[in-house]
């Protein structure tokens, strides 16, 4: 096939990846665009692919295999109105041998290295993320409960809890879960025919169908899959065509007992302009939500994000980031991505220093107001402590201490007064909270050492 290379093209296909790239800023997170996206180029296409330029191969190696590959083809769709692989050239000083001839009488471009990936999407064994899996989530106490739906569904007995509506804010792991089943069913039994698709994908092969006039082969398509797997199923409200066709697709798949597993963010009542026989169709069979992560979740998020980057994450730098990014999980995670793309390119470790400088632009947007309660977790994590601990009234040495610098950081940085701190910490007087500051001042003033612990767990927090 050959390149397109009409006169004016190169303006048009700047007009075009301009459009790409204006979809991928409402879709990606910002520190996802600026690192990932930002420095990559439109440099060819032709009719079914485009070739976009990266700076050197540890950026393709991410972008590979950090979900912005699906988020890239996605946004290319859009724009293009059909699906389009994605090839990747190295532009920057890192080059590559380079790839044999082409067999074509046409001259060979000039490419560095080709990393060729298709996200057409035409089955989930395409559409899936083999990273995510069941080993890989993070089970705690604000989704346990989804989590360990989603295991009943992908084992021997799913029609119990078929279907599966899975609901929850953005980026709280819902597409994590539908993935894990997926990729669990087929490696126990590889000939299953199972569908990952997102809703505004199957919308848009729909609206192709329709104008192509395949909608035999497109209901075909859904209605002979063993497992649907449909993501963010609330992008079906006010579409009334589509609404149709999904219902009757779900009631050949229902009663011929597929599995059907979707994911929303909200409660199938609460989904606007969705039609009362698809709502009571939801919720036939179980229902779970998903939470935001509390802090211990976070950090046990983060500790296992880096272990499979074999990455090695301090503690106080982990404490950092799971106090101060407060939004979801899926933030949370691109923060941490950020960080250690950073570190590999300017070849330095991952200190509290780096990450404070690094996630600096984002720690406002996305960090709280620092109240008692944070700082309290704080201390008791960096003294590997029970929260509890510091509340309650056991009085050992090392607890007593860590209750008294959690008191006197409080009294710092937050506008709360002694009566308000000793509240928050088990209900304690007014004069315990002065007594434990002045005692902090004291010890910080006589020990060096003291002084360098305080203000670590102060930086901590407040980055």
């Known amino acids: 096939m050959l390149w397109i290379n009409k006169p004016g093209a190169g303006l048009r296909m700047q007009q075009k990846w301009e ?16 690192t990932w996206i930002a420095p990559l180029s439109l440099m ?32 290319a769709q859009k724009v293009y109105g059909k699906p389009v692989f994605i090839d990747f050239v190295i532009t920057g000083e890192q080059k590559e041998t380079p790839p044999p001839p082409s067999p074509s009488p046409v001259k060979a471009s000039p490419v560095i290295e ?3 990936e298709s ?67 087929i490696k126990s039994n590889p000939e299953l025919n199972v569908s990952y698709v997102h809703t505004d994908f199957f919308i848009s092969e729909m609206v192709q169908a329709l104008a192509n ?47 059907i597993i979707v994911t929303s963010d909200k409660f199938p009542k609460e989904i606007p302009d969705l039609e009362d026989r698809l709502r009571s169709r939801f919720e036939w069979g179980l229902i779970a939500d998903i939470q935001p ?25 982990c404490n950092f980031m799971a106090l101060r ?4 999980i899926r933030e949370l995670e691109g923060a941490l991505t950020r960080l250690i793309a950073f570190a590999s390119l300017m070849r330095t470790e991952i200190n509290l220093e780096l990450a404070q400088k690094v996630l600096r632009d984002s720690l406002s947007e996305i960090g709280g107001e620092i109240t ?67 005692k902090v001042i004291r010890e910080m003033e006589r020990k060096p050492e003291v002084q360098q612990q305080v203000e670590a767990i102060r930086s901590s927090i407040m980055g």
């Open 372 to 438: 008692v309660d944070d700082i309290i977790k704080a201390v008791a994590l960096h003294f590997r402590l029970k929260i509890n601990d510091l509340k309650g009234r056991r009085r050992t040495k090392a607890i007593a201490w860590a209750r008294q610098v959690s008191m006197y950081i409080s009294r710092e940085i937050t506008d709360s007064s002694f009566p308000e701190i000793g509240q928050k910490t088990g209900g304690r007087d007014h004069s315990t909270v002065m007594y434990a500051c002045e």
């Open 44 to 75: 060819k296409e032709e009719e079914e692919r485009i070739v976009l330029g990266a700076p050197n191969q540890f950026y393709v190696s991410w972008i590979k295999n950090h979900e912005i590959l699906p988020s890239l083809s996605a946004a």
């Open 119 to 185: 996200w057409k999407e035409q089955s989930v064994r395409v559409g899936m993320n083999p990273r995510h899996t069941f080993d890989s989530f993070v089970v705690g106490s604000c989704n346990d409960f989804a989590h360990a739906a989603c295991v009943a569904m992908a084992g021997d007995t799913p029609r119990t809890y078929n279907p599966l509506f899975i609901y929850g804010g953005t980026g709280m792991g819902k597409t994590h879960l539908l993935n894990a089943i997926g990729n669990e069913k």
């Open 114 to 116: 080709v990393v060729r």
């Open 19 to 34: 459009e790409i790239l204006e979809n991928l800023r409402i879709t990606v997170l910002p520190q996802t665009y600026s």
């Open 213 to 259: 006039q395949k909608m035999a082969q497109f209901r075909q398509k859904y209605r002979s899959v063993d497992i649907l797997l449909m993501d963010d199923i609330q992008f079906l409200a006010k579409k009334e065509r589509t609404q149709e066709v999904f219902f009757h697709t779900f009631n050949d798949l229902y009663e011929r007992q597929k599995s």
């Open 325 to 328: 990014i407060t939004s979801h």
């Open 293 to 317: 992560p509390d802090m211990e979740t976070k950090m046990a998020i983060l500790h296992k994000k880096a272990a499979l980057e074999s990455v090695i994450l301090p503690d106080d730098v």
